[in-house]
């Protein structure tokens, strides 16, 4: 599977997910959303990965929300948000939830600033 703002590569057991939007500092978006959980998907289902790896490219690990989108972005309702059990998941809340129910141990290389849902 291709990515854009996520890279993925898996070596001697290791998968490492690496935010990549350096020069946005890593800025968190729906589709780096979309795209973590997929990656978290694929290493659950390789036998072959036996811990998960997170850092950021650049100099920053994620600066938070990309607010390029002014007042809608953290619109209720919006595409990145969910509801399960009638409680709203906005986009850092469902990688949340993904990272706790990962079948691997997931290790994050803090390796810059780390902001809002990059904590």
Known sequence: MEFQDILY???EGIATITLNRPDKLNAFTGRMMHEIISAL???DADDDVKVVIFTGAGRAYCA???????????????SDVQTKQGVPRDGGGLVSL???NSQKPVI?????????VGV
């Open 98 to 100: 993904r990272i706790f």
């Open 64 to 78: 938070g929300a990309d607010l390029s989108s002014g007042g809608e972005t953290f619109a209720k309702g919006g």
């Open 41 to 43: 998907d694929i290493t």
């Open 108 to 116: 994050g290389v803090i390796n810059g600033p780390a902001v809002g």
């Open 9 to 11: 590569d898996v070596s």
